[in-house]
């Protein structure tokens, strides 16, 4: 998907740029404005904290209003409630995983498994985009705490590079 996308904006790495953190955060082009969910979002404020100009903004806009396909793909973009940083006020636990390879099918099906094995509710589970995120981490945030025997289970995966309990 990425290499698809990027490949509009090859002569243009600053456009690219900010391609990508709009892929990234699901930020969307609704009437000529970028925007994160219903709320707009000023341009000079989007080029502040992409260390680009305001320009490049209008001009990433400008690209991809240009072309249907981007044009049909940033409309329908959405930003995503990650609830790994609140987990903890609410007494849940998130488990970090690290793939050897994310490519490879069925990591997220064999540790929600583990884990229904042993009652417990998932909450929620995001995985990075493997084009976008250059080190793709899976995130798994659970109602209760995860007894400390189902972590030999989930590192013992094939697929399974490391896994951080937090």
């Known amino acids: ?10 002569q243009y790495p600053k ?6 953190k ?5 930020l969307s ?3 000529n404005h970028i925007t994160c969910g219903s709320i707009a979002l000023s341009d000079t404020k989007i080029a502040r904290a992409l260390n680009v100009d305001r320009r490049a903004i209008k001009a990433t806009m400008n690209t991809i209003n240009k072309h249907q396909k981007l044009k049909n793909i940033f409309s329908k973009l959405r930003p995503t409630c990650h609830l790994k940083n609140m987990a903890p006020e609410m007494g849940w636990d998130v488990l970090e995983i690290i793939p050897t390879n994310a490519s490879q ?4 099906a064999q540790i929600a498994t583990i884990i229904a094995d042993e009652n417990i509710n998932i909450r ?19 109602e ?3 007894p400390p025997e189902i972590i030999p289970k989930i590192r013992n995966i094939p697929s399974v ?4 309990l937090s």
């Open 161 to 164: 590079k490391s896994v951080l």
């Open 22 to 26: 709009m892929l990234e955060h699901g």
């Open 105 to 108: 099918p069925g990591i997220l």
């Open 144 to 146: 209760t705490k995860i």
């Open 124 to 142: 929620q589970a995001i995985v990075d985009d493997i084009e976008i995120t250059e080190e793709p981490h899976l995130f798994v945030v659970t």
């Open 1 to 10: 998907m990425w290499n698809y996308i990027a490949s509009y904006f090859k």
């Open 15 to 20: 456009q690219k740029k900010i391609a990508q």
């Open 29 to 31: 082009i609704k009437n």
